[in-house]
């Protein structure tokens, strides 16, 4: 039970370059998350799908793109990275009947 | 505007050295809130959640109460294994359990020293 897992675990980009961050769960929970942490900043929501075949924006949606792959998949991508996307990305996953919420590693992304 | 407002940012101890940690919010109708540890490099791990006023939960060294305005996460005789950020996190109003989205604090990151 390897519980929410992503790749990369480290990226380094050069400004316009593309990519995608991919998550996966295995507690067939129906709600997935993406976050992006910053120092000061604390953890803030970039999208999420609160089921399979659904995606909504979070706070800070602005630059990024999401696929809701299936119910253990959710993909996060970055069409032309910028340096102001530089920090670690978290995706968590949570059952969809409670708050708890379950996460990943994290990718550091420097973008340069 | 829900707000979650976590102090202090950084609290050094000395083994030992009881003390707290403090999350405070500003979501009315609150709907649960929920602590984390996250230690360096890794991903906020879950410890508690609290619902309502004079809730308390324990869990080794650790014990979190909860007000109707805010929670304390009480350290006693911390060890040096206990150093990491705890952060802090509710439901934001008229939010659903359906789509499970959470308001996180900036998190307290303490260190014990031995």
């Known amino acids: 039970n390897a519980g929410v897992t992503q790749t990369p675990k480290f990226q380094v980009l050069k400004t316009g370059q593309s990519m995608t961050l991919q998550c996966a769960q295995d507690?067939?929970?129906?709600?997935m998350y993406w976050y992006r942490q910053d120092p000061g900043m604390g953890l803030r929501l970039i999208y999420y799908?609160?089921?399979?075949?659904?995606?909504d924006k979070g706070e800070v949606p602005n630059g990024y793109n999401v696929s809701r792959l299936n119910k253990r998949e959710f993909s996060l991508r970055l069409e032309s990275a910028a340096p102001s996307q530089t920090s670690v990305y978290f995706c968590?996953?949570?059952?969809?009947?409670?708050?708890?919420?379950?996460f990943g590693p994290g990718t550091r992304l420097t973008v340069t | 505007e829900d707000q979650v407002t976590q102090s202090p940012e950084a609290l050094r101890l000395q083994e030992g050295e009881s003390s707290s940690l403090n999350c405070s919010y500003t979501v009315s109708g609150l709907r649960g809130l929920f602590w984390y540890r996250q230690d360096p490099g890794k991903g906020p791990e879950f410890l508690f959640t609290l619902y309502s006023a004079g809730e308390e939960k324990e869990k080794e060294r650790l014990k979190a109460t909860l007000t109707k305005k805010e929670s304390f996460l009480h350290i006693t005789a911390p060890k040096p294994e206990d150093s990491a950020t705890y952060l802090c996190a509710v439901p934001p109003k008229g939010g659903s359990s359906n789509t499970g989205k959470l308001i996180f604090g900036q998190g307290t990151t303490l260190q014990v020293k031995p």
């Open positions: 507690m067939n929970h129906n709600s």
């Open positions: 799908s609160a089921s399979e075949g659904t995606t």
């Open positions: 968590a996953s949570g059952s969809g009947n409670s708050y708890e919420q379950y």
